[in-house]
């Protein structure tokens, strides 16, 4: 089945932990993105990457970092979590042709709480 | 910067009244995308819209892109409680190839 595997669900860490959200896609997908979800802002991008090596920030890329060794996976980091990272994470992925996307395919979510 | 704006934010209908949600873009664009999130859930592509003034429906789902590529509506027939969700539209970003920006959303209500 084609998916996007996020892990894990649901974390609750402390401040200052360093953890790290895994994300897996089996379409063989150039692109792969990061966003946070949180109440009356919508969908806001974290990370993107175009293909292998090629990462790039979004709109809200402080406190995370991302790394894209393998096409399959794009696993996001957050070196010193911190209260305000509280929020929903997805993870999407999609093919590129030229500047054109063909539809998202978004994980299941990773629900974090940093105390 | 390029925006795109959906409307409105909520919506309550009684099970089987139509419902409509509109999405516009400060840019035309090249595409448009729609995307339903149940509650508890994750976004789900539903459709995409390429062609100026496009018209594609999907069962009771009616989906529009206007002549000018700037606005979009989603217009769903006879509501079932199993349209409970967030419709969120989505534009790509002039130059940055595979980055959507996406609207705020249309969360459904549906009361049976």
């Known amino acids: 089945e084609a998916q996007v595997t996020q892990n894990p669900r649901y974390l609750i860490t402390v401040t200052g932990k360093k953890l790290t959200v895994t994300c897996s896609q089996n379409?063989?997908?150039?692109?792969m993105s990061w966003y946070r979800q949180d109440p009356g802002l919508g969908l806001r991008q974290i990370y993107y990457s175009m293909n292998v090596e090629v990462t790039d920030k979004g709109d809200v890329p402080e406190g995370y970092k991302v790394s894209r060794k393998e096409k399959r996976n794009f696993p996001l980091i957050l070196e010193s979590p911190s209260p305000n990272q509280t929020s929903l994470y997805f993870c999407?992925?999609?093919?590129?042709?030229?500047?054109?996307?063909?539809?998202?395919?978004f994980g299941s979510g990773t629900r974090l709480t940093v105390v | 910067g390029q925006q795109v704006m959906q409307i409105p934010q909520y919506q309550h209908v009684q099970e089987g009244e139509d419902f409509t949600t509109y999405c516009n873009s400060s840019?035309?664009?090249?595409?448009i995308q729609w995307y339903k999130q149940r509650p508890g859930g994750h976004p789900v592509f539903l459709i995409q819209?390429?062609?100026?003034?496009e018209v594609k429906k999907q069962k009771r789902l009616t989906f529009q892109f206007g002549e000018a590529k700037k606005n979009s509506s989603l217009h769903i027939t006879a509501t079932q409680t199993t349209d409970v969700g967030t419709y969120f539209c989505?534009?790509?970003?002039?130059?940055?190839?595979?980055?959507?920006?996406f609207g705020q959303g249309t969360e459904l209500s549906v009361k049976p």
């Open positions: 999407a992925s999609s093919f590129i042709w030229g500047l054109a996307n063909y539809g998202y395919t």
């Open positions: 989505a534009g790509p970003l002039r130059n940055q190839g595979g980055k959507l920006i």
């Open positions: 840019t035309t664009l090249s595409n």
């Open positions: 379409m063989n997908h150039e692109y």
């Open positions: 819209l390429v062609k100026s003034g």
